[in-house]
């Protein structure tokens, strides 16, 4: 069961796109880049966190297909006995 995406501002898209554009000239660009940096680090956080999610809700599909076809297998294994 997919989630659906987290939005997330463009000036996160931008960093994580691009993150080492921004250069230190000693104005404070370097603040700017140290930030672009964290908020492209928390937005990546974020997807991990929303695929770890997805990831386990497929497992628990799987896992209870799996089941279902065990005791299906072995239902029908003892009717033709």
């Known amino acids: 069961m997919p989630v659906p995406d ?5 000036s996160e898209k931008t960093s994580s796109l691009s993150p ?5 000239n000693g104005d404070g660009s370097e603040t700017e880049t140290t930030s672009a940096i ?4 928390k937005e ?3 997807q991990f966190e929303r695929l ?3 990831l386990e809700a497929e497992r628990q599909i799987v896992a209870s ?3 279902r076809c065990k005791l299906g297998s072995e ?3 003892m009717s033709s006995v």
Do not use: D, K, Y
């Open 38 to 41: 964290l908020a492209s680090v």
């Open 52 to 54: 770890t999610r997805e």
């Open 6 to 10: 987290q939005p997330s501002s463009a």
């Open 44 to 46: 990546q956080e974020l």
């Open 75 to 77: 239902t029908g294994s």
């Open 65 to 67: 297909q799996l089941e």
């Open 20 to 24: 080492g554009l921004t250069t230190s």
